[in-house]
């Protein structure tokens, strides 16, 4: 169950360049435990969709199953949506892609949707390039159904109870980059300043976009022993860097003083500046990346910024060579041209 919030607002709300406020790109209210990690990634996305001046109907939001898979209810009220069977949303959003790539396309999953049920989903969306952002609202255990581990779930770590996880972890964002995800980000519900830029050039990088985000479950996931937990997130964390994101006709306006800095331009012209904090990190070199994430991983740190970017690549509708015009919006004329032109085809085939 869901419920709608109060529709009146203060008239002076700061507004962007659609003349929207932030309130217009809410969605309903979030029934989900008071102070959950995935209530702060759904802020995120609002707040990166303002920022954007983003038309929610210019927007596709789909899930599978889980805590996370019901996060697209709280965000974007007025954008079209799908909720999927489990596991099962990369395959409803490459059809939905390919039918219709004039939409922007955002997939909400969790660490049991995409690492468990849905990883061989997740896994050609990847190899096909679909063209989306893939959140993982990465919490390390099962909410809905009290509290088992996750793939996702480190080796070290112990549930509430005091189990202890015998098997070890599902890492989706090295699996990303070494299968071809072109913009392979992480970062942690409760940095607001790091995520939003990753979630901006998310929007607009063209091909997978993957966001593993460590959400952390404040109801079985929260405690001391937990390494999804917010204090242990917070003691572990090592960003690769500062990342900023610089819309289209603005200048950079921060100034780098420690370690190197770079500039990636993403399909739109935008940009994602970054300062580094080890000059020998390059996010657009893919074997160096999963060396840095393994080397910060045997000593206990958790990588996050931008991880890798290919700013390169072909997505699935290029590969396949898709016309331009969106399909669902072909006439029949064009779908079906008529039965000398099928004699045509059928006569170059022979």
């Known amino acids: 169950m869901s419920f709608k919030k109060p529709i009146n607002h203060h008239p002076k709300l700061e507004t962007n360049k659609l003349g929207l406020t932030r309130r217009d790109y809410e969605g309903a209210v979030s029934t989900l435990c008071a102070g959950c990690g995935h209530d702060s990634i759904s802020a995120a996305i609002i707040e990166s969709c303002f920022k954007l001046n ?16 019901k996060a697209p209810a709280y965000f974007l009220e007025q954008s079209h949506g799908f909720n999927s069977v489990h596991g099962r949303m990369p395959s409803v959003a490459t059809g939905a892609n390919c039918a219709n790539r004039d939409l922007m396309y955002l997939g909400v999953s969790g660490d049991g949707d995409s690492a468990s049920i849905g990883l061989g989903q997740f896994v050609h969306a990847i190899r096909r390039q679909v063209d989306m952002v893939y959140f993982v609202e990465n919490n390390g255990t099962y909410g809905l159904t009290k509290g088992q581990f996750s793939a996702t779930n480190d080796l070290e770590s112990k549930n509430k109870y005091g189990e202890d996880n015998l098997f070890k972890p599902i890492d989706l964002a090295t699996m990303a980059i070494q299968l071809g995800a072109t913009y392979v980000a992480r970062s942690f519900s409760g940095d607001r300043d790091q995520l939003i830029p990753l979630i901006m050039g998310a929007m607009q990088h063209k091909g997978f976009a993957l966001l593993d985000i460590i959400s952390p479950c404040v109801t079985f996931n929260n405690h001391d022993s937990s390494t999804k937990s917010y204090d242990y997130i917070r003691d572990h964390n090592e960003a690769v860097g500062k990342t900023d994101f610089v819309p289209l006709g603005e200048e950079i306006s921060t100034s780098y003083k420690e370690g190197s800095s770079t500039e990636i331009s993403l399909h739109d012209g935008s940009k994602l500046a970054l300062e580094k904090t080890d000059a020998n990190f390059d996010p657009r070199d893919a074997g160096k990346a999963l060396n840095f994430i393994r080397e910060k991983e045997k000593e206990g740190k958790v990588l996050t910024g931008l991880l890798y970017i290919n700013d390169l690549a072909k997505d699935l509708n290029e590969t396949l060579n898709v016309t331009q015009t969106p399909l669902s919006q072909l ?4 779908l079906c041209p008529g039965s000398e032109i099928l004699d045509e085809i059928n006569q170059s085939l022979s």
Request: glycine fraction near 10%; proline fraction near 0%.
């Open 331 to 334: 006439q029949q004329d064009v």
């Open 54 to 69: 983003i038309e929610a109907y210019k927007v596709a939001k789909l899930s599978g199953i889980g805590c996370s898979s």
